[in-house]
């Protein structure tokens, strides 16, 4: 439901995944996150929720935004993974 062509039912999924901090959802999250927009923001929220075993994801799409941060400087989403870091780290 992630790749639904509905952006309200992908939204949604990625919000449940995170309710359920569901850790085989993880590489899906990240995915969904890079393509932007209001399911990424869920899945960003998703990851934070799943916490530590989400870490590597969260790092790894902070290192492919950064090339982007210094092209584009429309960082309106990489708070939103800040926060997930921080969530993540303090679950360890």
Do not use: M
């Amino acid at each position: 439901l992630l790749t639904d062509g509905d952006t309200a039912v992908a939204a949604s999924a990625a919000f449940a995944l995170g309710l359920l901090r569901d850790t085989a959802s993880i590489d899906a999250l990240a995915a969904t996150y890079v393509d932007g927009g209001v399911v990424a923001r869920e899945a960003g929220w998703a990851l934070a929720e799943i916490g530590a075993p989400a870490r590597p994801a969260i790092e790894a799409l902070l290192a492919l935004l950064a090339p982007r941060r210094a092209a584009a400087p429309d960082l309106s989403r990489l708070p939103l993974l800040g926060a997930a870091l921080e969530v993540a780290h303090d679950t360890v």
